[in-house]
């Protein structure tokens, strides 16, 4: 199937490890005495760049985490120890979303940033996109990263950007028909808002000839019910992608869709460990994401735990990259579990359960600890024209059977639950 760039997508995995490794070698030569984060987190270990001399080596240095990245932001504002150049050098400034607090600001250099733009240009090409398509991108003109190197791998692709922030949802619906979009790039809770207004204002999906939508910024793409609801209400095929801004956009789902997402091994070293140990896990059990980018030496991750969730997969794919996949995508997070009498429970599990129920717009679900136990609430929209207690016995049923717990479920009023155009804040933990 065709590619972005064939020379490095079809490599052979011995010619992909040792690309990999001359990456690294590269990263490791700029930042080692350069990067303040690093060149001090590896001396503590005493370690320096020329004690790895093969990819086995990169497993002496020591795991990072976000934590250690927002100190270092705090020591050294605004952008933090972990720029490896002079402030001058950068040329791009995003932060992350900030969901799970303060949000961590990142750097780019104009090598770096094109370096984005080729990850992403894998990605449009993964979902089959090319230069004669029109690509749509309803997000709002902010920090948050969200698809700003989208629109650099459109550019790198040749492909038509339409911008859609500062619009509302109707607004861009006829945006979209009117400059006859072909492709959107959004959250998957985006397009199915998008799918509710168009519902509510009787206007034609089908008048827009969008064939591929491609998601990222959250789960649903990968959760199968919620993929299913999005082809269904567009009419077009729905590709998953992962990235995060402090890495990079490092995988994607191919036209063949195989059940997960490519990992962009010529870009990225992976690694999947036990959460708990820090062992490594071979390919097919479920682990914690470690990743390093190899493409981004002023804004340097190496062996960043993610807390991801992933299964490695090494089998060849039938659209003929030799890149590894994620099975099932990003499968949650391991800091997401929670445990409610004695039931291992993930957002992504329950979101499964209610997208099976075309009769719910929008939901939001609750964990609340009361005496040292945990309880799941869960509020539901039910759309107009359904009986709201036949679909409230319904979901409860079937989360029930789903997930061998009782939770409690009731109806809101139509509109009241929050919509989103970026990240969903459906799950609320109240300790």
């Known amino acids: 199937m065709p590619t972005f760039d064939q020379s490095v997508e079809k490599l052979p995995r011995e010619q992909l490890r040792a690309l990999q490794f001359q ?12 990067n303040r984060f690093y060149t001090k987190k590896w001396r503590e270990a005493g370690l ?15 795991f990072t985490c976000k934590s250690e990245l927002m100190q270092a932001q705090e020591e050294a504002p605004p952008f933090g120890t972990n720029a490896t150049f002079l402030e001058n050098a950068y040329s791009r400034v995003h932060q992350t979303s900030g969901t799970t607090g303060t949000p961590l600001r990142v750097v780019d250099t104009p090598e770096s940033w094109e370096w984005w733009g080729r990850c992403w240009g894998q990605v449009l090409r993964g979902a089959g996109v090319t230069a004669e398509d029109r690509i749509f ?7 948050f990263i969200g698809f700003w190197a989208a629109v650099e791998g459109a550019r790198q692709l040749g492909a038509m950007m339409i911008p859609g922030g500062g619009w509302d949802s109707v607004q861009r619906l006829h945006m979209m028909r009117d400059l006859r979009a072909t492709v959107i790039c959004c959250t998957p809770t985006y397009a199915l808002r998008l799918a509710e207004v168009a519902r509510e204002q009787l206007f034609d999906l089908r008048s827009i000839p969008v064939r591929a939508l491609i998601h990222a910024g959250e789960p649903g793409a990968n959760v199968a019910r919620t993929k299913a609801r999005i082809e269904a209400a567009w009419e077009a095929k729905c590709f998953d992608h992962a990235g995060a801004s402090e890495v990079g956009a490092h995988s994607f789902e191919c036209e063949l869709q195989p059940g997960g997402i490519h990992i962009i091994e010529s870009e990225f070293i992976i690694e999947v460990i036990d959460p708990q140990t820090g062992a490594e896990l071979p390919p097919g059990e479920t682990g914690e994401l470690v990743i390093t980018n190899l493409g981004r030496p002023g804004f340097p991750v190496i062996r960043y735990r993610t807390g991801d969730l992933v299964q490695l997969n090494l089998a060849p794919c039938a659209c003929g990259r030799t890149y590894a996949r994620f099975d099932g995508g990003l499968l949650g997070r391991s800091d997401d579990m929670v445990t409610i009498r004695g039931v291992n429970v ?16 929008e939901f939001q679900v609750t964990v609340k600890t009361l005496q040292e136990m945990h309880y799941l609430e869960v509020q539901i929209e039910v759309i107009s024209g359904h009986n709201p207690e036949n679909v409230r016995t319904d979901v409860e049923q079937a989360i029930y059977r789903s997930l061998s717990l009782r939770p409690t479920v009731t109806v809101a009023q139509p509109g009241a639950l929050a919509r989103f155009e970026l990240k969903a804040r459906r799950f609320r933990r109240l300790d």
């Open 23 to 34: 990456k690294l070698q590269e990263v490791l030569r700029l930042v080692f005495g350069r």
């Open 48 to 62: 320096t760049s020329h004690d790895i001399q093969s990819l086995t080596d990169l497993r002496k240095l020591p």
């Open 137 to 143: 991108l309803p997000f709002a003109f902010g920090p």
């Open 346 to 361: 993930y957002p992504t599990a329950i979101e499964n359960v209610i997208r099976q129920f075309s009769a719910v717009d």
